[in-house]
């Protein structure tokens, strides 16, 4: 920790290092509890090896070179985006976001003392999670992302050739270009969070209020991106099949109450309408990426393989 707590001694007089909560994926730095002037705070360390060993997965220059940058996109999004998101899509709070060559440290509030806790998979988080995503969404629509990605997500196509070779071929395949561009050429636009799994949120069960985290993957996208991949990582293949166009709906509900509160120029039929259509697309387009990285992987269902079929080219030679 020497190098980064360089970083943070010229702004702070005290600076008490606790336990380490994880370690970042593969190498890539390390999440600690500490007092910052005597104030629980969390210290998010970042530093990627030119060399990254995965015990699974050989990474290769295409995929070092994603995880770097999705740590440039986290920083700028904590330097110059978060402070400025509305009341009912916050993020958790960044007291300072530092940068000195491979190094990165952002400085986070303990959402725990404020009352936050990791969310839980209920009805009540999910419904939350949705107004969030509805928030976020709304506010960011046809804003620029710049330093974000330009495509949001981990997934989308262009970041992975690796798992794309690694694909049978075969009509899911054939028509992954066709998805990608049917998701990259919609007409509305905004940011997406473009990681929002329920890990990533804390939910404050007094107020019923969410807080979103690891912003990596932010950048440009529809938001039936950021709701397909939520409710996947909350709901199994029974309860998708059974709830999942509930929740589409409940966030439609939101979202067009979300867009009367920050006044968009646009009609919310036009949106909701063409990103429902692209609801099957984002499922097609995770679903390629699965079937390129573990194609035994448990999201790989019958409700994700019924959706995508709406959108898969079976026609393709």
């Known amino acids: 920790m020497a190098p980064f707590l360089s970083l943070l001694k010229p702004y702070y007089k005290t600076i008490t290092l606790g336990e380490v909560i994880t370690e970042l994926w593969s190498g890539c730095g390390h999440i600690v509890q500490c007092k910052i002037d005597e104030k629980p705070c969390v210290i998010k360390a970042i530093s990627v090896p ?43 709070t960044c007291l300072k976001a530092l940068a000195q060559d491979n190094l990165k440290l952002l400085v986070f509030t303990d959402f725990n003392i404020q009352g936050y806790q990791q969310a839980k998979s209920n009805n009540d988080v999910i419904q939350a999670v949705l107004s969030w995503l509805a928030h976020f969404h709304a506010f960011h629509l046809k804003q620029p992302s710049k330093g974000l990605w330009q495509q949001g997500n981990y997934w ?16 899911l395949k054939q028509s992954a270009q066709q998805i990608n561009d049917s998701l990259v050429n919609a007409q509305f636009q905004t940011i997406i969070h ?35 991949y ?8 029974t309860e998708l099949t059974k709830y999942a166009e509930g929740y589409l709906n409940t966030y439609f509900d939101y979202l067009t109450h979300a867009l009367m509160v920050y006044k968009k120029p646009l009609d919310p039929a036009s949106l909701i309408n063409e990103w429902r259509a692209l609801w099957p697309v984002a499922w097609a387009d995770f679903y390629r990426f699965l079937a390129g990285w573990d194609p035994t992987h448990i999201k790989i269902n019958s409700y994700m393989q019924r959706i995508s079929s709406k959108c898969i080219n079976t026609n393709v030679s």
């Not at 939520?230 to 293949?237: D, I, K, V």
């Open 194 to 228: 473009g990681d929002a799994k329920l890990a990533n949120f804390a939910y404050n069960s007094a107020t019923q209020n969410v807080l979103g985290y690891d912003f990596q993957y932010t950048g440009k996208g529809v938001g039936v991106i950021d709701v397909m």
């Open 50 to 92: 030119e060399q990254i060993n995965h015990p699974r997965i050989k990474q290769s220059i295409v995929a070092i070179q994603r995880k770097k940058h999705s740590y440039i996109v986290e920083y700028n999004w904590y330097k110059h985006y978060s402070q400025h998101l509305p009341l009912c899509a916050q993020a958790i």
């Open 156 to 171: 989308h196509l262009a970041t992975r050739p690796d798992e794309f070779a690694n694909m049978l071929n075969g009509p």
């Open 230 to 237: 939520f409710l996947g990582s909350c709901l199994n293949e």
